[in-house]
C-alpha cells in the first residue's frame, strides 16, 4: 500500500488530488499508526488544497453547475 507521504508527494506535484487518493489518505489515517513526517506532509497538503495549490477532485464533483447560461444571455 501506498505510504501517506507518497500521496502528499504526488499531489503536491501535480496540483491534484484524486478522490481516490483521498480515500487511501483517509484509510491510511484510520488504520495506521503514523509518525510526525506523515503528519507533517499531511498539514502541508491540507495547507496547500486551503491555499489552492492543490485541487481536491471530489470538491468539484460536488459543486453545482454554473448558472450562467440564462443570467449571461443577455450580455
Known sequence: MVSICEIVQQALATGHLTVEAENQLRLLLQTTKY?????????????????????QESRHLKEPPHLCASSCSNI
Not at 507533517?40 to 486551503?50: D, G, V
Request: net charge neutral.
Open 35 to 55: 509518525g510526525s513526517e506523515e503528519f507533517n506532509a499531511f498539514m502541508a497538503l491540507q495547507k496547500s488544497a486551503m491555499a489552492g495549490l492543490v485541487r
